[in-house]
Antibody, heavy 129, light 109 residues
Framework: QITLKESGPTLVRPTQTLTLTCTFSGFSLNTGGVGVGWIRQPPGKALEWLALISWDDDKRYSPSLESRLTITKDTSKNQVVLTMTNMDPVDTATFYC?????????????????????WGQGTLVTVSS | EIVLTQSPGTLSLSPGERATLSCRAS???????LAWYQQKPGQAPRLLIY???SRATGIPDRFTGSGSGTDFTLTISRLEPEDFAVYYC??????????FGPGTKVDIK
């Protein structure tokens, strides 16, 4: 069973850097093809994809936020860390991490499997002075 | 950059009715790269449909995905009380790597 859980501060001051950790179980980032993504959701608003890190350390970022984001992994701890710099009140959101694995049960890459599943429960981060 | 729009923003229906939700892309999207999620208040999104038309594990057959090119549809044949939620489409592509639509809320009429 795959599970993920986000952790980090609930309150961040404007201009500070946010550091969030995703701790997962049931899979390994040493496994070919596996990835972990981060998605955020401001209160009452839509989901927004932020970043993805893959088993081979390939990193992808949302173009609109790329300059502020860094995603890293620690395979020995089964953790993925997301940092976001220069936080602003508009960055107040629930942050989710999620599993990504575009391979089918036989281990073959599949074009249809580009999605995030499952997701962690999310963690609400408020940016306020 | 591919932008997804969803319509309507809110759909007010009664249990037992049919719901038709639209997701439109600003450029053609491979049907392989389109997924749908359901999100209830206070919960993480749940995967419903991937590859535009394949149901995820455990998803009831009243949920059907269809479409190609720039127009995709999620149909809920007969709404159950637990189906009232917000629905998002997700596309995978070159830039951005992933993007979500703004969502459609299905609420009780």
């Amino acid at each position: 069973q795959i599970t993920l859980k986000e952790s980090g501060p609930t309150l961040v001051r404007p201009t500070q850097t946010l550091t969030l950790t995703c701790t997962f179980s049931g899979f390994s980032l040493n496994t070919g093809g596996v990835g972990v993504g981060w998605i955020r959701q401001p209160p009452g608003k839509a989901l927004e994809w932020l970043a993805l890190i893959s088993w081979d350390d390939d990193k992808r970022y949302s173009p609109s936020l790329e300059s502020r984001l860094t995603i890293t992994k620690d395979t020995s701890k089964n953790q993925v860390v997301l940092t976001m710099t220069n936080m602003d009140p508009v960055d107040t959101a629930t942050f989710y991490c999620a599993h990504y694995f575009p391979f089918d049960a036989r281990g073959f890459f599949s074009d249809t499997l580009h999605f995030f599943d499952p997701w962690g429960q999310g963690t609400l981060v408020t940016v306020s002075s | 950059e591919i932008v997804l729009t969803q319509s309507p923003g809110t759909l007010s229906l009664s249990p037992g009715e049919r719901a038709t939700l639209s997701c439109r892309a600003s450029q053609s999207v491979s049907s392989s790269y389109l997924a749908w999620y359901q999100q209830k208040p206070g919960q993480a999104p749940r995967l419903l449909i991937y590859g535009a038309s394949s149901r995820a594990t455990g998803i009831p057959d009243r949920f059907t995905g269809s479409g190609s090119g720039t127009d995709f549809t999620l149909t809920i044949s007969r709404l159950e009380p637990e189906d009232f939620a917000v629905y998002y489409c997700l596309q995978y592509g070159s830039s951005p790597f992933f993007s979500f639509g703004p969502g459609t809320k299905v609420d009780i009429k």
